[in-house]
């Protein structure tokens, strides 16, 4: 918390820390409070593991705290995977999204994370949108007062990965980037600026390639992530 207030000093930008607080449910409850406690707004919670009981255990508990509940989905291609067997991750985000979480991972249609392009774009929309037209789905379904779920993206992104995740997805999301990140050949601060530039300049409708031309850490990124 100190270094996300330091963060804030040294940028002029708001910050968010994010801690996990996945346990057996007294403890995730508690771990829960404490969060609250120091200050953070945010909790992170792995839905797989913790099972939809307990999980709307926490939500409930969650209207007195009324922290930011982002929604990690480890484990889910246990059985979400196979097309012959399980249930899919678009029938888990509608799920959380009645629960009533506030993010949920969905998948990245470019990186490392699994899930065909078509379905990472229905989950999208069906936890974002009010009504869900049966010209995309297979029903149309209207969402009546459930607040939509901020859509997260996550998993084997670096900056060149910008540009299609903004073109597949919208504006209207989350990155997030890890070792695209912290993997820049230069250090963590300059994957952050990487970062950036590139949503800049998909945002100023530049190609990223000519913007690196002018911003040194994008450059950089696009030469080691090619």
């Known amino acids: 918390m100190k270094a996300r207030d330091l963060a804030e000093k040294i940028t002029g930008e708001r910050k968010i820390y994010m801690p996990n607080i996945t346990a057996e449910v007294q403890e995730m409850l508690d771990r829960a409070e404490f969060v609250k406690r120091i200050g953070s707004e945010y909790a992170m919670v792995d839905i797989v593991s913790l099972g939809w009981s307990s999980l709307q255990t926490l939500r409930e508990f969650n209207k007195k705290l009324k922290l930011v509940l982002h929604a990690h989905r480890a484990g889910h291609a246990a059985f979400t995977r196979s097309k012959k067997h ?8 509608k799920i959380c999204r009645l629960i009533g979480l506030d993010q949920l991972h969905i ?5 490392k994370m699994e899930g065909p392009k078509q379905e990472i774009i229905h989950i999208d929309q069906e936890i974002e949108h009010e009504l869900i037209k049966k010209d ?5 379904q209207k969402w009546f007062n459930k607040k939509p779920v901020f859509a997260v993206c996550s998993g084997g992104l670096h900056p060149g990965h910008v540009p299609a995740l903004i073109k597949y997805l ?6 997030q980037f890890g070792g695209g990140i912290h993997g820049h050949p230069k250090g963590t601060e300059a994957g952050a600026k990487a970062v950036r530039q590139a949503t800049d300049a998909v945002m100023k409708k530049i190609p990223i390639k000519h913007y690196a031309k002018y911003h040194e850490e994008l450059g950089q990124a696009l030469k080691f992530w090619k």
């Open 86 to 93: 399980g249930i899919s991750m678009l029938v888990i985000a």
């Open 136 to 140: 995309s789905h297979v029903l149309e």
């Open 107 to 111: 998948g990245t249609i470019v990186g």
């Open 170 to 175: 919208g504006k209207n999301i989350i990155m």
